[in-house]
């Protein structure tokens, strides 16, 4: 069938808004209209290559839409349900057993080669294959197809439109706090980064119990969100030096910071903050291969550094409790949205990445 996608033709360049063709699903495939998809700095590191994917192909991850046609064997979802879209996991390794896809062994492969597990695409263009499958999903286009190990079925009570995000940056960044750190009450954290991770830390952060939240970005107008979405102190730290500003403020440092940022410099502040005791979380995507200095004493006085991936969520247990605490008013994730018509992605990318907007969420 044609469907509409936004192809990456190579490395840095535009989306192009293209005709393309896409495979019936398969017995275990699911074919999902896509109506609303976030887009994430994942998209773009993809797409400039800083994290490898094959071009030319279709990106996108944070998909929301209605299941359109499912395979013979599909038993999770019917024509017609509203579904949002995750990773893909392998089900099989030792870290798919345990309950901890995310840490599947063949995460790269599945959610970043490009194809099927069997190496073919779900699209072509022109006769040609055309790599897709991004987090098993490729969700900048009318439609994707997905299988059921990375759909969620959603209540069509919540508007599908704010669905997306919740798949992968709204979903990491208040996993990061609820599964990874476990922030509880009364504790204290301090969040690097005010985009969409760290604003769902934030809000998580309260949800938790935190009395001292502490949102740290070097733009005034998210910083004045973080205020508004639960956070009781920011530092702007363009203005001021974080590490000094924040042991000032908690008298010591936080019990658990929380980098969203993906810069070495700034994991170093993070760290260098935590007390005796003090957990430091990373979360911030980086390219292959980089690096960061740290103080080793630090780490040795009972201080732990936890890498963490998608929240350490299972999508299917962890997006429904996030729709739940937006639907009591706890967790408006939705403040973070601007929406775009799907042709007008090259501007949505472009207000992403100058900051004028936090979550842009593409319609159609």
């Given at each position: 069938?044609?469907?509409?996608?936004?192809?990456?033709n190579g490395?840095?360049s535009?989306?192009?808004?293209?005709?393309?063709?896409?495979?019936d699903?398969?017995d275990n495939?699911?074919?999902?209209r896509i109506?609303?998809?976030?887009i994430?700095?994942t998209?773009?590191?993809?797409r400039?290559q800083y994290?490898?994917?094959?071009?030319?192909?279709?990106?996108?991850h944070e998909?929301a839409?209605?299941?359109?046609?499912?395979g013979?064997a599909v038993?999770?979802?019917?024509?017609?349900d509203?579904v949002?879209?995750?990773?893909?996991?392998?089900g099989?390794?030792d870290a798919?057993?345990?309950?901890?896809?995310v840490?599947?062994?063949?995460f790269l492969?599945l959610?970043?080669g490009?194809v099927?597990?069997?190496?073919t695409?779900t699209?072509?263009?022109?006769g040609k294959?055309?790599?897709?499958?991004?987090?098993?999903q490729s969700?900048?286009a009318?439609?994707?197809?997905?299988?059921?190990?990375?759909?969620?079925?959603?209540?069509?009570?919540?508007?599908?439109?704010?669905?997306?995000?919740?798949?992968?940056?709204?979903?990491?960044g208040a996993?990061?706090?609820?599964?990874?750190?476990?922030?509880g009450p009364?504790?204290s954290?301090?969040?690097?980064?005010?985009?969409?991770?760290?604003?769902?830390?934030?809000?998580?952060?309260k949800?938790?119990?935190c009395t001292?939240?502490?949102a740290v970005d070097?733009?005034?107008n998210?910083?004045?969100?973080a205020?508004?979405l639960?956070?009781?102190?920011?530092v702007?730290?363009?203005?001021?030096?974080?590490?000094?500003?924040?042991?000032?403020?908690?008298?010591g440092?936080?019990?658990?910071?929380?980098?969203?940022?993906?810069?070495?410099k700034?994991f170093?502040?993070?760290?260098?903050?935590l007390?005796?005791?003090g957990v430091?979380?990373?979360?911030?995507v980086?390219?292959p291969?980089t690096?960061?200095?740290?103080?080793?004493?630090?780490?040795m006085?009972?201080?732990?550094i936890?890498?963490?991936?998608?929240?350490?969520?299972?999508?299917?247990l962890?997006?429904?409790?996030?729709?739940?605490?937006?639907?009591?008013?706890?967790?408006?994730?939705?403040k973070?949205?601007k929406?775009?018509?799907f042709?007008?992605?090259?501007?949505?990318?472009?207000?992403?990445?100058k900051?004028?907007v936090?979550k842009?969420?593409l319609?159609?």
């Amino acid at each position: 069938m044609d469907i509409k996608a936004a192809v990456t033709n190579g490395a840095g360049s535009a989306f192009s808004i293209e005709t393309v063709q896409m495979d019936d699903p398969r017995d275990n495939e699911i074919l999902v209209r896509i109506k609303a998809t976030g887009i994430c700095h994942t998209d773009l590191s993809a797409r400039n290559q800083y994290i490898p994917f094959p071009l030319p192909g279709v990106l996108g991850h944070e998909g929301a839409g209605i299941v359109e046609k499912v395979g013979s064997a599909v038993t999770k979802v019917k024509p017609g349900d509203h579904v949002t879209l995750s990773w893909l996991s392998c089900g099989v390794c030792d870290a798919c057993r345990s309950g901890n896809n995310v840490y599947c062994k063949d995460f790269l492969k599945l959610n970043f080669g490009g194809v099927r597990q069997d190496g073919t695409t779900t699209m072509s263009r022109g006769g040609k294959p055309l790599h897709g499958s991004f987090f098993g999903q490729s969700s900048f286009a009318s439609h994707a197809l997905v299988i059921e190990d990375n759909i969620v079925k959603v209540t069509d009570s919540v508007p599908i439109e704010i669905m997306g995000p919740l798949g992968c940056g709204v979903m990491t960044g208040a996993g990061a706090v609820m599964n990874s750190l476990k922030a509880g009450p009364g504790s204290s954290i301090a969040v690097f980064g005010a985009g969409t991770v760290g604003m769902s830390a934030v809000m998580a952060a309260k949800v938790c119990g935190c009395t001292t939240i502490i949102a740290v970005d070097v733009k005034k107008n998210r910083l004045d969100m973080a205020l508004e979405l639960g956070a009781t102190h920011v530092v702007n730290s363009k203005d001021v030096d974080p590490v000094k500003t924040i042991l000032e403020i908690t008298k010591g440092g936080p019990n658990f910071s929380l980098e969203c940022v993906g810069n070495p410099k700034i994991f170093r502040q993070a760290v260098d903050i935590l007390p005796l005791m003090g957990v430091a979380g990373l979360v911030g995507v980086v390219a292959p291969g980089t690096e960061v200095t740290l103080d080793m004493n630090l780490i040795m006085n009972g201080r732990t550094i936890k890498g963490i991936i998608e929240g350490d969520a299972v999508p299917d247990l962890f997006i429904p409790k996030l729709i739940e605490l937006k639907e009591q008013g706890r967790f408006p994730y939705d403040k973070l949205i601007k929406y775009y018509p799907f042709a007008e992605i090259n501007q949505a990318v472009e207000d992403m990445e100058k900051g004028v907007v936090i979550k842009p969420v593409l319609t159609q």
